[in-house]
């Protein structure tokens, strides 16, 4: 009877851990955590109401995608890039998606690509539904689903580290301005265009998204630093 109710346990520590790293990726995203900065365990755990091991262990989780960086014996350290990085971040993934995408769209069948029609309309909903955690992740879905059809496994892995590195902060401002909609809805038309086989568009609307990405993480950067409000679980998904 304790091994069953030790092993009960498990799970429901890995859920918590899970719960505490997805709030922690809702706080990079909304601002409330800054690049640069130092957050202890303890201290991020307090806010939490909880104990500091699943949240030391969540923020081992961030540090593993790039997201922050152990400082010995302060804490983590929220993940800086520069404009410079960003510039670069943006030239690789263009260098590769833009060509990738024309050739995708000569390959693919309209049933492979209509496949990704639901996380096209997904983007679009979680912008609406000022849900940028949910918008963050059906991006990344749909692209790496796209450049995953040109059947290049190690291709898709770097796209996917360069996104990253690239990682949107603080886009709380943006959504509430209504600037996050037009760059979801250009998932469609890029989806739209390779499906009427028009490869030169599709590299085109490809191009143009990149550099839309990269004038809204020119916007997030130049958002005024708030004071962090108290951190809480909520009842978001893992």
Same mark, same amino acid.
Request: hydrophobic share 40%; proline share 4%.
């Given at each position: 009877?304790?091994?069953?109710?030790?092993?009960?346990?498990?799970?429901?520590?890995?859920?918590?851990?899970?719960?505490?790293?997805?709030?922690?990726?809702?706080?990079?995203?909304?601002g +409330?955590?800054?690049?640069g900065?130092?957050?202890?365990?303890?201290?991020?755990?307090?806010?939490?109401?909880?104990?500091?091991?699943?949240?030391? +262990?969540?923020?081992?989780? /961030?540090?593993?995608? =790039? #997201?922050?960086?152990?400082?010995?014996?302060?804490?983590?350290?929220?993940?800086?890039v520069?404009e410079r &990085?960003?510039?670069?971040?943006?030239?690789?993934?263009? #260098?590769?998606?833009?060509?990738?995408? %024309?050739?995708?769209?000569?390959?693919?069948?309209? =049933?492979?690509?209509?496949? #990704?029609?639901?996380?096209?309309?997904?983007?679009?909903?979680?912008?609406?539904?000022?849900d940028?955690?949910?918008?963050?992740?059906?991006?990344?879905?749909?692209?790496? %689903?796209?450049?995953?059809?040109? %059947?290049n496994?190690?291709?898709?892995?770097?796209? %996917?580290?360069?996104?990253?590195?690239?990682?949107?902060? $603080?886009?709380?401002?943006? &959504?509430?301005?209504?600037?996050?909609?037009?760059?979801?809805?250009?998932?469609?038309? #890029?989806?739209?265009?390779?499906?009427s $086989?028009?490869a030169?568009?599709?590299?085109?609307?490809?191009?143009?998204?990149? =550099?839309?990405?990269?004038?809204?993480?020119?916007?997030?950067?130049? +958002?005024?630093?708030?004071?962090?409000?108290? /951190?809480?679980?909520?009842?978001g998904?893992?």
């Amino acid at each position: 009877m304790g091994q069953l109710k030790q092993d009960d346990l498990i799970p429901a520590q890995e859920r918590l851990r899970d719960r505490v790293a997805h709030a922690l990726r809702a706080a990079l995203v909304a601002g +409330e955590l800054r690049p640069g900065s130092v957050y202890s365990a303890p201290v991020l755990a307090a806010d939490f109401g909880i104990s500091a091991t699943p949240v030391r +262990e969540a923020m081992l989780d /961030l540090a593993r995608e =790039g #997201l922050v960086e152990p400082v010995r014996n302060k804490g983590f350290r929220i993940t800086e890039v520069s404009e410079r &990085d960003l510039d670069q971040y943006t030239e690789l993934r263009a #260098l590769i998606e833009v060509p990738t995408i %024309g050739r995708v769209t000569r390959s693919a069948t309209a =049933g492979q690509l209509e496949e #990704l029609r639901p996380l096209a309309e997904e983007i679009v909903a979680r912008a609406r539904d000022h849900d940028l955690i949910g918008y963050l992740d059906a991006d990344r879905r749909f692209h790496l %689903g796209l450049l995953a059809l040109a %059947g290049n496994d190690r291709l898709v892995e770097t796209v %996917g580290d360069l996104r990253k590195r690239s990682r949107l902060y $603080g886009l709380r401002g943006l &959504d509430e301005q209504g600037r996050l909609i037009s760059s979801a809805e250009e998932h469609i038309e #890029l989806l739209d265009l390779m499906l009427s $086989g028009d490869a030169a568009a599709a590299e085109a609307c490809m191009a143009r998204h990149l =550099g839309h990405v990269r004038s809204l993480w020119a916007a997030a950067r130049d +958002e005024p630093v708030e004071p962090r409000s108290r /951190l809480t679980l909520g009842a978001g998904r893992p």
